[in-house]
């Protein structure tokens, strides 16, 4: 039997797999539009949209300046309209990925709403103003959560102070790429893994409503979707697969350091976010160790726990710029971001043929034998 559609308030999307949004520059039109175009949910990553069209912010030294210009009104609208574009048209259903953590935050999801955005997902903390900011649109509002715990403090003040639910609930596990919700030792302790979880957050979903359950991180293929669904899930939120797409919006020295990447390379870090975070480790990690990494300079003001950069010299690094420079294709300097199975792709392919192989178990090719020549 195929998968059912995942339905996320008035919205069906055809295969119940949800790109996920990953920033700085890994989804944005390109990658969230082609997989929207074929049946899945395209999201684009809100954080850092002055990289994408620098023509309409304000740059210091090439970054962005100040949260007004990093997080961008008017590249993050140019990139919803593009991958609407891709997808097919205005009626086309693309998501917006949006960090609790971000500064300007509110002013972020107003802007993604007004720019088109069908469906607000939102994590990296709790987004327990969200239906504030989105009051008056009908946008589908998706919170992240990493617990049951959290789940029922954000219905709890949904339902007490705003009168709704959630649409749907994503719920990661410590495999996934980029920051994680729970402390370094926690994410190494079973009761924390996605498999567990997955039933304590349908449990607790069960004391509210019926919207979808939607397991995330470290999810690679037909058999994991599968696993998940029949845990009772309605659909899964897929990220660091896509990021060996050619349609995928990272640049290509991202593509490949993530694609000679080994299974050891791929750890926790430290983060001015507070929180751990999985990437892999390169020239720039063991240069913050020997103390010779770019120094810290907080021009973006991008997230709210850094303040104004005094996180980020605890830790060594400032997250925008580094981000922005895997973005740009720096090796050098760059933030590579990866999800615990990230070493398993071996070269690129299609969004097409990756969601065959997702929906159908037809190989797409992405994961080849070892000895296998690399090429880009």
Same mark, same amino acid.
């Given at each position: 039997?195929?998968?059912?559609?995942?339905?996320?308030?008035?919205?069906? #999307?055809?295969?119940? !797999?949800?790109?996920? &949004?990953?920033? %700085?520059?890994? +989804?944005? /039109?390109?990658? =969230?539009?082609?997989?929207?175009?074929?049946?899945?949910?395209?999201?684009?990553?809100?954080?850092?949209?002055?990289?994408?069209?620098?023509?309409?912010?304000?740059?210091?030294?090439?970054?962005?300046?100040?949260?007004?210009?990093?997080?961008?009104?008017?590249?993050?609208?140019?990139?919803?309209?593009?991958?609407?574009?891709?997808?097919?048209?205005?009626?086309?259903?693309?998501?917006?990925? #949006?960090?609790?953590? !971000?500064?300007?935050? &509110?002013?972020? %999801?107003?802007? +993604?709403? /007004?720019?088109? =955005?069908?469906?607000?997902?939102?994590?990296?903390?709790?987004?327990?103003?969200?239906?504030?900011?989105?009051?008056?649109?009908?946008?589908?509002?998706?919170?992240?959560?990493?617990?049951?715990?959290?789940?029922?403090?954000?219905?709890?003040?949904?339902?007490?102070?705003?009168?709704?639910?959630?649409?749907?609930?994503?719920?990661?596990?410590?495999?996934?790429?980029?920051?994680?919700?729970?402390?370094?030792?926690?994410?190494?302790?079973?009761?924390?893994?996605?498999?567990?979880?997955?039933?304590?957050?349908?449990?607790?979903?069960?004391?509210?409503?019926?919207?979808?359950?939607?397991?995330?991180?470290?999810?690679?293929?037909?058999?994991?979707?599968?696993?998940?669904?029949?845990?009772?899930?309605?659909?899964?939120?897929?990220?660091?697969?896509?990021?060996?797409?050619?349609?995928?919006?990272?640049?290509?020295?991202?593509?490949?350091?993530?694609?000679?990447?080994?299974?050891?390379?791929?750890?926790?870090?430290?983060?001015?976010?507070?929180?751990?975070?999985?990437?892999?480790?390169?020239?720039?990690?063991?240069?913050?160790?020997?103390?010779?990494?770019?120094?810290?300079?907080?021009?973006?003001?991008?997230?709210?726990?850094?303040?104004?950069?005094?996180?980020?010299?605890?830790?060594?690094?400032?997250?925008?710029?580094?981000?922005?420079?895997?973005?740009?294709?720096?090796?050098?300097?760059?933030?590579?971001?990866?999800?615990?199975?990230?070493?398993?792709?071996?070269?690129?392919?299609?969004?097409?043929?990756?969601?065959?192989?997702?929906?159908?178990?037809?190989?797409?090719?992405?994961?080849?034998?070892?000895?296998?020549?690399?090429?880009?």
């Amino acid at each position: 039997m195929g998968f059912q559609p995942l339905r996320i308030g008035k919205y069906e #999307i055809q295969y119940p !797999i949800i790109q996920g &949004g990953m920033g %700085v520059g890994i +989804s944005w /039109e390109n990658l =969230a539009g082609t997989v929207s175009k074929y049946g899945g949910l395209g999201v684009v990553s809100s954080v850092g949209t002055g990289y994408r069209h620098p023509n309409y912010v304000r740059l210091k030294d090439g970054r962005p300046v100040g949260s007004k210009y990093i997080h961008n009104k008017e590249a993050l609208t140019q990139i919803i309209r593009d991958a609407k574009d891709i997808a097919g048209g205005e009626k086309a259903v693309i998501g917006v990925n #949006i960090l609790c953590a !971000i500064t300007d935050y &509110g002013r972020v %999801v107003r802007d +993604s709403i /007004e720019a088109g =955005a069908n469906i607000i997902i939102s994590g990296a903390g709790l987004p327990l103003r969200l239906p504030e900011y989105a009051e008056g649109s009908d946008v589908a509002l998706v919170p992240i959560v990493s617990s049951a715990r959290a789940l029922r403090v954000i219905c709890k003040h949904w339902k007490k102070k705003y009168n709704r639910l959630p649409d749907a609930v994503v719920v990661e596990g410590p495999k996934s790429g980029g920051h994680q919700g729970i402390p370094y030792e926690d994410c190494l302790k079973p009761e924390f893994q996605l498999e567990n979880l997955v039933p304590q957050v349908i449990e607790e979903r069960d004391k509210w409503g019926d919207f979808p359950v939607i397991a995330a991180g470290g999810i690679w293929d037909k058999n994991d979707i599968e696993f998940y669904l029949n845990l009772g899930a309605a659909g899964v939120q897929m990220g660091t697969r896509f990021v060996g797409t050619y349609e995928c919006d990272a640049s290509n020295e991202f593509k490949k350091v993530i694609i000679n990447a080994k299974k050891e390379d791929i750890q926790l870090l430290k983060s001015p976010v507070g929180y751990p975070a999985r990437g892999i480790i390169t020239k720039l990690l063991k240069d913050i160790e020997r103390g010779t990494a770019p120094e810290v300079k907080c021009v973006s003001n991008c997230v709210v726990p850094c303040n104004h950069g005094e996180e980020a010299k605890k830790v060594g690094y400032c997250i925008a710029d580094r981000l922005g420079d895997a973005y740009l294709g720096r090796y050098e300097t760059g933030l590579f971001f990866s999800g615990s199975n990230g070493y398993r792709i071996k070269r690129l392919v299609h969004v097409k043929d990756l969601i065959r192989e997702l929906v159908e178990g037809v190989p797409s090719g992405q994961e080849m034998p070892e000895d296998v020549s690399i090429t880009l």
